[in-house]
């Protein structure tokens, strides 16, 4: 690789992974003391540690620890007030800010950029020059403001970016490596920070279909972190007359939480395992008090029973949107608890390939990808074909949302729909651009909102074309037309941090 040549990252809710495209095979960067992934985490002491050495000395300033980046972006405060996070939130007009030594402010996308900052600083060690740009996965089922952010950040690190969806790039390495790979596959990610359902065809010439994507950010391992975390707790209350986790310190509390992830991930081989956390909190007679439980794999799969139905709900939308497959793939590192694997046999009948290492499909696809536009000829012939994972449309007079690109669309794609004016006499109509699947349209994303001039004595129900268009990279434009008068208005949608 020459300076100015493309990486491939992965950045996670947990983990964040960079990898090249090197003499036909893809290599992952080795990062602090030669691990191959580091923590996707900042500390916001006025050093600003990132990954690897954030997590290690979060235990002394958890209240400035801060991990699931890719959870904050693009969502405002409202959205995040509520979320049991060690860090201080603050409201700045509606967006996030997070609270650092010395009341320093930071955005979720500062945040990111620093990551990306600290694997682009390894990548460039690692070839001995300077790295331009990136191709960086995201969740297939992030929303536009989502993306933008991601965007946002990498712009303050690279010169270029690209993105990728995870399910597409995960697939990559099994168009490379395998001889014949599967027609059809359903892969399945339950990530840290999101649960997401992917339908793609493959074929031997290196092509790559999205039939049908569907998740949800706002569910994953850290939502199981969260239930046995209360699980336990409210078991500790009982123990110890009415004694709360939640009035111990935050350094005890952080204990808590990082023994609850080891005793999942535990879970994953063992049929129970037993938590200790010495000096969580202090009886009446100041007497210390230790955390001592017992988590089994059967309590375990009832505490999260509801989030398995949100998942499978998924899974089964997913494939009645893009269709039967021959193989299915795991993906993310929740996928390894047998709960999931069993709720997949459930739905599709299949058991899940097993695949050596695939949290590692994603960085290892965008890696290829990189190699792609770096001109690799192993790379050279993949094509990817994608499809818009929300719906997009604008507001209708009485509400409702007025569809005009669907979900599951091949991108790039332009589509225009005809609406009407409600009265005659009109000045202009706004145009409210929304993404989401709801029909009461407040209930669907904001993007964007502009005015359409209208001619003097404009009849109602006049025609109002509304066309929406989504590239390759995401970026969504709208244009309003008045055919009466030829009037017309056009915005790019861009997100306002």
Request: aromatic share 6%.
């Amino acid at each position: 690789m020459k300076q100015g040549e493309w990486i491939g990252i992965a950045v996670g809710n947990e983990y964040a992974r960079v990898a090249v495209y090197e003499n036909g095979q893809t290599r992952l960067v080795p990062l602090e003391e030669g691990d191959l992934s580091m923590p996707s985490a900042v500390l916001l002491h006025r050093m600003r540690e990132v990954g690897k050495y954030a997590y290690l000395y979060s235990g002394t300033d958890s209240n400035l620890y801060v991990s699931s980046i890719g959870r904050l972006l693009g969502k405002r405060y409202v959205e995040v007030k509520d979320l049991p996070l060690p860090v201080e939130i603050v409201d700045d007009n509606g967006r996030i800010r997070l609270v650092g030594a010395g009341n320093q402010t930071y955005s979720p996308v500062e945040l990111y950029a620093m990551v990306l900052q600290r694997l682009k600083y390894f990548a460039e060690r690692y070839l001995g020059h300077e790295v331009e740009h990136a191709v960086l996965t995201v969740a297939g089922s992030t929303n536009d403001f989502q993306r933008r952010s991601v965007r946002l950040a990498a712009a303050a690190v690279f010169k270029k970016s690209k993105l990728i969806n995870e399910p597409a790039a995960a697939a990559l390495p099994l168009m490379v490596t395998f001889e014949r790979p599967p027609k059809r596959i359903l892969t399945f990610d339950m990530g840290a920070g999101k649960c997401e359902a992917a339908v793609l065809e493959l074929s031997r010439q290196g092509q790559l279909y999205v039939k049908a994507i569907v998740g949800d950010t706002d569910l994953g391992g850290n939502d199981i972190d969260l239930l046995i975390y209360q699980y336990l707790s409210k078991n500790f209350a009982r123990r110890h007359n009415g004694v709360a986790l939640a009035n111990s310190s935050q350094m005890a509390r952080h204990e808590v939480m990082m023994a609850v992830k080891e005793a999942k991930h535990r879970l994953e081989q063992e049929q129970k395992v037993e938590l200790t956390v010495p000096f969580v909190s202090f009886a009446e007679d100041g007497k210390p008090l230790h955390l001592v439980a017992i988590l089994s794999q059967r309590i375990l799969q009832k505490l999260i029973s509801p989030l398995v139905a949100r998942a499978q709900k998924l899974v089964e939308r997913c494939l009645s949107e893009g269709g039967s497959v021959d193989e299915v793939i795991l993906l993310g590192g929740c996928c390894r608890m047998q709960v999931f694997k069993d709720l997949l046999y459930k739905v599709t009948g299949k058991n899940p390939i097993n695949i050596d290492r695939p949290e590692e499909l994603a960085v290892r696809g965008a890696a290829i990808y990189a190699g792609k536009l770096n001109g690799a000829s192993v790379a050279s012939n993949i094509k990817v074909e994608d499809v818009t994972a929300h719906s997009l449309g604008i507001t209708l007079y009485d509400g409702s949302m007025g569809f005009v690109l669907k979900r599951q669309t091949i991108v790039p794609a332009t589509t225009t729909k005809t609406f009407e004016t409600t009265s005659s006499n009109l000045a202009y109509v706004v145009i409210e651009v929304r993404e989401g699947e709801n029909i009461k349209a407040s209930d669907n994303r904001l993007l964007g909102e502009f005015r359409l001039p209208l001619p003097p004595n404009l009849p109602a129900r006049s025609p109002i074309k509304v066309t929406i268009g989504k590239d390759e990279d995401g970026i969504v434009v709208v244009r309003a037309t008045d055919p009466s008068s030829g009037n017309q208005q056009e915005i790019t949608i861009t997100y306002d941090l």
